[in-house]
């Protein structure tokens, strides 16, 4: 079985700063992409970013140049460096990765079940 666990949300003011962290466990033998998303009450799922195992990443337009994706290849960690948090990015973010557990495998696609982020206004 494979978990995927975030950690890093929480209350912040308008203008700051988080960091999520979001770490992969189990039988894993590869992960090629890993992602964001999010969900506001009353709004659908979005994607934030995602990025591959190569490094290659896509931001949605609303969250270009204020959050930055990354991950650790080595920890099977993804990363998302929230800066200048506006009240409209309050939603729980949950993490996603598309692992292979195996040479057979085809891949899976495994998801956290998200952390808080709240921002005040």
């Known amino acids: 079985q494979v978990q995927l666990v975030e950690s890093g949300g929480g209350l912040v003011q308008a203008g700051g700063s988080l960091r999520l962290s979001c770490t992969a466990s189990?039988?894993?033998?590869?992960?090629?992409?890993m992602g964001w998303y999010r969900q506001a009450p009353g709004k659908q799922r979005e994607l934030v970013a995602s990025?591959?195992?190569?490094?290659?990443?896509n931001y949605a337009d609303s969250v270009k140049g204020r959050f930055t994706i990354s991950r650790d290849n080595a920890k099977n960690t993804v990363f998302l460096q929230m800066n200048s948090l506006k009240p409209e990015d309050t939603a729980v973010y949950r993490c996603?990765?598309?692992?292979?557990?195996?040479?057979?495998?085809?891949?899976?696609?495994?998801w956290g079940r998200g952390t808080q982020v709240t921002v005040s206004s």
């Open positions: 189990g039988s894993i033998l590869s992960i090629n992409t």
């Open positions: 990025i591959t195992s190569g490094g290659s990443t």
């Open positions: 996603n990765a598309y692992v292979r557990r195996s040479l057979g495998d085809l891949g899976t696609l495994y």
